[in-house]
């Protein structure tokens, strides 16, 4: 059974940083796109950004200059740098992986993580 398991979310002052990490474990076949997605309170989720195994990434017009996806596919492990927060960026935070290298375009993955609080509040 495929398991995601992130960490690294928590309470910061905007201009603050936090570094998201996610790792897979148990998936049969080769990770070859894995994402950060955002769900605010009464809001959709949405993209944060994305990565496949062979770099190519995509990410939100709102997070372009301040967030940075990176991804260890030896450890099948992905990380999403937030620097310069602001209040707008709280919301829970999904990891997500696919085998799929059309889902940092499609925004469907098969597998999802239980999410992570970013609450970005002075």
């Known amino acids: 059974q495929v398991q995601l398991v992130e960490s690294g979310g928590g309470l910061v002052q905007p201009g603050g940083s936090l570094t998201l990490s996610c790792v897979v474990s148990?998936?049969?076949?080769?990770?070859?796109?894995m994402g950060w997605y955002r769900q605010a309170p009464g809001k959709r989720r949405e993209l944060v950004a994305a990565?496949?195994?062979?770099?190519?990434?995509t990410s939100a017009a709102s997070v372009k200059g301040r967030h940075s996806i990176s991804r260890d596919g030896a450890k099948n492990t992905v990380t999403l740098q937030m620097n310069s927060l602001k209040p707008e960026d709280t919301g829970v935070y999904y990891c997500?992986?696919?085998?799929?290298?059309?889902?940092?375009?499609?925004?469907?993955?098969?597998?999802w993580g239980q999410g992570t609080q970013v609450t970005v509040s002075s």
């Open positions: 997500a992986a696919d085998s799929d290298y059309n889902s940092i375009r499609t925004h469907h993955y098969n597998h």
């Open positions: 148990g998936s049969r076949f080769a990770i070859n796109a």
């Open positions: 990565i496949t195994s062979g770099g190519t990434t």
